[in-house]
Structure formats: C-alpha cells, structure tokens
C-alpha cells in the first residue's frame, strides 16, 4: 500500500511541507477515517497527516477522489461534517 508521504513527495518535489507528512499513513487508511469513522471530528485529519496545510489537504482528497472514484465534494463534505 502506498503511503500519503511517498505519493506526495513524488508528485509535489518543490513543496517542502509535504516532507513532514506521516510516513505510515496510507490512503486507505484515509479513506477509512473520511467516509466510516462517526466519532472523529474535522481537525484530527491535520494530527493523521502530520501537518496542518490545506494546500496539501486539497491536493489529497483530489487524489482520494481519483483513487477511490468518489467526487471530491463527497469527500470534502464528509470531513467538513466532522466538525
């Protein structure tokens, strides 16, 4: 499975936040957070990734959106509503 840190790293090379993301975080463990775990509140996907940048938040739940086929507004409102 591929990590969050490594995909970013590969893809964003000139952004030097993405080199603080989690190294053990995985998409699907993403996922799982975002769309199935009710007792979880929005701002806790910053302490999963390991940093607190929505600029690297957005380009994630892009690649969530491409990865799992599911509309980045789906995703997007399902952590907005978190909160």
């Not at 998409?27 to 600029?55: A, C, H, K, R």
Request: charged letters at 25%; a negative charge.
């Amino acid at each position: 499975m591929e990590n969050i840190h490594d995909w970013y790293v590969a893809n964003y090379p000139d952004d030097p936040m993405g080199r603080r993301l989690d190294t053990t975080v995985t998409f699907d463990q993403l996922m799982t957070y975002i769309i199935t775990d009710e007792n979880s509140y929005s701002d806790e996907l910053y302490i999963i990734l390991g940093v607190e940048d929505s600029v690297i938040r957005e380009r994630v739940f892009q690649e969530l959106s491409d990865r799992y086929g599911i509309s980045y507004a789906t995703i997007y409102n399902e952590w907005l509503n978190k909160l």
